[in-house]
């Protein structure tokens, strides 16, 4: 890779970060009061095969939701390609599987040129389906829970509306064993203070030499898995002033760059952070993504021509994630379907006994796989 490639790689890395934090702002305004947990890069990616069929105005404003404004669509799906590589390379001892799929209404005409770069770039697996049969979501729900490892088992319900004639597909799947796992014996039942109410989790806690970063807002802790720390979780809680959606409404690169490259080692410190899995979704992203600029997709005046000659637009793009957070690592998992249809201080403790923001991001690049609020267990 020369200078120039690895720029335009580093674009890409920090538009899939900025439409990271971005989207999950947008969300928690929708969902102020529940728990959310996505897979930002899942939805980006899902959303840039999209990308690979618009056009004209629907292409730039889909480009500008995405951050990728000022990249070439080579370099957007050449730096993409890249990355997942690297990402399910890095450690082999923590599974990082990204799949990519898409089904088209049988007979239908897709342009090969489109069907082609998917392939090409996303690895995308790519069938016709006879979307009227009763059978047809079926097939495409196993594929989703195959590639999540049955984790997530259904996004779309039968029957399949008539108008709907292709559904772009990702699905990515992560499971790490923490580079110091929690002892089972020292888990022990606490008081979690919810926004609203408090109630018991099984609290994990450890004490030895953890990574922290600390100012005025918030205070984080970094738990990496694997032998070779390749990813990490980020536990964020914000000031006992402050609250949650505070913190992650304040929340944007700069804060996350100081945090990755704050974190320093501690010795002799009090971790304690509970144990829970965490569901979220089937979510309809179609609202957060027209707040995010790419609204004009989802409308009439939709221009998807390097899809099809037919007119096209998106009917919405469906998101749901799944987290285990336990003493030996965790194991988490998202789809993302775009359905597109027809027109028409310095403390020595981290107790994460009160709502916390948290992130699981590979150590290199910061680039974030999956990101989460818990308010209450």
């Given at each position: 890779m020369n200078m120039v490639q690895a720029q335009k790689q580093d674009q890409v890395v920090m538009g899939n970060t900025k439409f990271a934090v971005e989207i999950f702002k947008v969300l928690n305004r929708e969902d102020k009061d529940k728990n959310i947990f996505i897979s930002p890069l899942s939805i980006s990616t899902a959303l840039t095969m999209t990308l690979n069929g618009a056009d004209s105005t629907t292409k730039e404003a889909m480009q500008e939701a995405l951050f990728y404004k000022g990249l070439s669509m080579e370099e957007i799906n050449s730096g993409n390609k890249y990355l997942y590589q690297y990402l399910m390379n890095m450690d082999k001892r923590v599974a990082v599987d990204i799949a990519n799929s898409i089904w088209i209404k049988e007979g239908y005409p897709i342009k090969q040129p489109f069907i082609d770069i998917n392939k090409d770039m996303f690895d995308a697996y790519v069938t016709e389906l006879d979307f009227s049969k009763a059978?047809?979501?079926?097939?495409?729900?196993?594929?989703?829970?195959?590639?999540?490892?049955?984790?997530?088992?259904?996004?779309?319900?039968?029957?399949?509306?008539a108008d709907v004639v292709m559904y772009l597909i990702n699905a990515i799947y992560?499971?790490?064993?923490?580079?110091?796992?929690?002892?089972?014996?020292k888990t022990f039942e606490k008081d979690f203070r919810g926004l609203y109410e408090t109630s018991k989790v099984d609290m994990m806690r450890r004490k030895g030499d953890v990574e922290y970063y600390s100012n005025?807002?918030?205070?984080?802790?970094?738990?990496?898995?694997?032998?070779s720390e390749a990813y990490s979780m980020y536990a964020i809680l914000p000031d006992e002033e402050s609250d949650i959606n505070t913190l992650i409404e304040e929340f944007d690169i700069n804060t996350w760059e100081k945090i990755r490259n704050g974190v320093k080692?501690?010795?002799?410190?009090?971790?304690?952070?509970?144990?829970?899995?965490?569901?979220?979704?089937?979510?309809?992203?179609?609202?957060a993504l027209t707040e995010l600029g790419m609204g004009e997709a989802f409308s009439g005046g939709a221009d998807f021509l390097l899809m099809s000659d037919n007119g096209l637009m998106l009917d919405n793009v469906l998101h749901k994630a799944k987290i285990e957070v336990n003493e030996k690592g965790s194991t988490a998992a998202a789809a993302t379907v775009v359905v597109v249809k027809e027109s028409a201080k310095l403390d020595n403790e981290f107790i994460a006994d009160r709502p916390f923001l948290f992130v699981i991001a590979d150590q290199t690049d910061g680039n974030i796989l999956f990101m989460g609020k818990m308010i209450s267990p």
């Amino acid at each position: 890779m020369n200078m120039v490639q690895a720029q335009k790689q580093d674009q890409v890395v920090m538009g899939n970060t900025k439409f990271a934090v971005e989207i999950f702002k947008v969300l928690n305004r929708e969902d102020k009061d529940k728990n959310i947990f996505i897979s930002p890069l899942s939805i980006s990616t899902a959303l840039t095969m999209t990308l690979n069929g618009a056009d004209s105005t629907t292409k730039e404003a889909m480009q500008e939701a995405l951050f990728y404004k000022g990249l070439s669509m080579e370099e957007i799906n050449s730096g993409n390609k890249y990355l997942y590589q690297y990402l399910m390379n890095m450690d082999k001892r923590v599974a990082v599987d990204i799949a990519n799929s898409i089904w088209i209404k049988e007979g239908y005409p897709i342009k090969q040129p489109f069907i082609d770069i998917n392939k090409d770039m996303f690895d995308a697996y790519v069938t016709e389906l006879d979307f009227s049969k009763a059978q047809a979501a079926d097939e495409i729900n196993n594929w989703i829970s195959d590639s999540t490892k049955g984790l997530i088992d259904r996004m779309i319900d039968p029957p399949i509306p008539a108008d709907v004639v292709m559904y772009l597909i990702n699905a990515i799947y992560f499971k790490g064993d923490w580079t110091v796992p929690f002892e089972e014996k020292k888990t022990f039942e606490k008081d979690f203070r919810g926004l609203y109410e408090t109630s018991k989790v099984d609290m994990m806690r450890r004490k030895g030499d953890v990574e922290y970063y600390s100012n005025d807002r918030l205070k984080a802790v970094r738990l990496p898995y694997g032998k070779s720390e390749a990813y990490s979780m980020y536990a964020i809680l914000p000031d006992e002033e402050s609250d949650i959606n505070t913190l992650i409404e304040e929340f944007d690169i700069n804060t996350w760059e100081k945090i990755r490259n704050g974190v320093k080692g501690r010795d002799e410190f009090e971790l304690q952070i509970p144990k829970f899995t965490m569901e979220y979704g089937i979510k309809e992203l179609k609202e957060a993504l027209t707040e995010l600029g790419m609204g004009e997709a989802f409308s009439g005046g939709a221009d998807f021509l390097l899809m099809s000659d037919n007119g096209l637009m998106l009917d919405n793009v469906l998101h749901k994630a799944k987290i285990e957070v336990n003493e030996k690592g965790s194991t988490a998992a998202a789809a993302t379907v775009v359905v597109v249809k027809e027109s028409a201080k310095l403390d020595n403790e981290f107790i994460a006994d009160r709502p916390f923001l948290f992130v699981i991001a590979d150590q290199t690049d910061g680039n974030i796989l999956f990101m989460g609020k818990m308010i209450s267990p």
